[in-house]
């Protein structure tokens, strides 16, 4: 590889955050940079080549970070989600029920030979792109907790089923590896969790601030190159690695000022190689050789789907299923293992990202709808509350007569409020001429409302 050719990367990476940019989209990074990727790669205009060992070299390198990026992103420290782990997990039972009978269905159609990666691969979800659509469209509620519990346990579960499930012939080699890995990544929580307790990590984080050493930085490198040399040593996958330190990571609390070095590392330049790496690797030409390859894209994305929707048997909403659907890095880290071992048949790989490009479609959509659809019903998300959260004074308590709900919640914990219901289309009744106070919360109201209290 010549700096030239890296600077060509780069710059094609760039695509990734153009086509995100518009963000009622919801399109991730790194659709783009795989399109980059199929550009310049074996399917487009060959400028780079994904065999050369540097360049392999650097996406292992970017593989490893972006799978320990994902393994972050797991709110293993939330209490909320722990709580609910119970419904999280009966719903991902039946998902992975469903999926089995679909992964089966689907190897016996298409030849293949691979139902335990297809039922791996249509039980999976991807915290990495779930939490940020939840965060960003401000999805809350007990079912939104439930789908983000089983999102954690499928991502987690699929990433150490995976290598198992794609070669079963070196299952057992397979497993004594992930066991060496995930122990020593458990010797490492015990660590970490010490040092925190015992301020030692404090000490290394004023010492690295004040002097500029990024020693922080330093060690979780070396501790996660030294895991993965493990995995690679054992024949395992360095996915397993990057996730299980990940998820070490997230248990024992993860410093903003590093996250913010690895975010710079990950999604400023090994991140998007990897990625563009990937796509240059794609062949998309036998996707036209094997049509039932791109058939089988289309099953498995929306036989995800499907299996994700017997949710809703469950209580949860149809479009949280959907949401929980959406697949990435599980994908992607199956093609990539499958592409370095020669694990899968001819345009195998390209169908299963192009199943997942299909999850991340119906996923964007359904969160959408979603939010749209409990908008209006909370307070935070009615227009009308909002344009009299911003001008008081140009949004008279009049206007909101007709809302179901006539005052705004407070933003965040604060002291116990009361909050007036209208009963019929009274609204805020009389007396009410002059709005609500306390920054739009009445602590009084007039006779025949309802009343509501929270904290």
Known sequence: ??????????????????????????????????????????????????????????????????????????????????????????????????????????????????????????????????????????????GVLAMTAQVALADTLAIIALPLALDPATAGRAAWGSLAVLACAGVIFLVLRQGERSGVRKRFHRVSESRKFALELRIQLAILFALAGLAVYSHVSIMLAGFAFGLVVSASGEPRRLARQLFAVTEGFLGPLFFLWLGASLNL????????????????????????????????????????????????AAATIGIQQNLLSPGEPAALVLGALITIAAATAAAGRFAASTATSSPAGNPLVKARRRHPRRVPASYLRDQPLWAHAPEGPGPRHELWEGVGTSGCGAGSTRGPRRGGVRRSGPSGLRRHRWR
Do not use: N
């Not at 890296?6 to 940079?33: D, F, M, T």
């Not at 990727?37 to 050369?52: F, K, N, Q, S, Y």
């Not at 036998?286 to 048997?313: K, Q, S, Y």
């Not at 299923?321 to 599980?330: D, E, I, K, N, P």
């Open 1 to 142: 590889m010549t700096f030239p050719v890296l600077a060509l990367i780069c710059v094609a990476a760039l695509l990734g955050p153009l086509l995100a940019l518009p963000q009622k989209w919801h399109i991730p990074v790194v659709v783009g940079e795989l399109f980059a990727g199929l550009l310049l790669g074996r399917t487009g205009l060959m400028l780079v080549d994904p065999a050369e060992p540097t360049f392999t070299f650097l996406a292992d390198m970017g593989f490893a970070l972006v799978m320990f990026v994902a393994g972050t992103h797991v709110p293993v420290r939330e209490k909320a989600i722990r709580r609910a782990l119970g419904s999280g997990a009966l719903c991902l039972l039946a998902v992975a029920a469903a999926a089995a009978a679909v992964g089966i269905g689907l190897a016996a159609v298409f030849g293949t030979g691979h139902a335990a990666l297809y039922t791996v691969l249509l039980a999976s979800s991807s915290a990495a792109l779930v939490l940020p659509i939840v965060a960003s469209l401000g999805l809350a509620g007990q």
């Open 285 to 332: 030409h036998e996707l036209a050789g094997h049509p039932r390859m791109i058939l089988l894209g289309l099953a498995l994305g929306t036989g995800a789907i499907a299996v994700h929707g017997v949710t809703r048997f469950f209580g949860q909403p149809l479009p949280l299923g959907v949401l929980a659907a959406s697949q990435l890095g599980v994908p992607v």
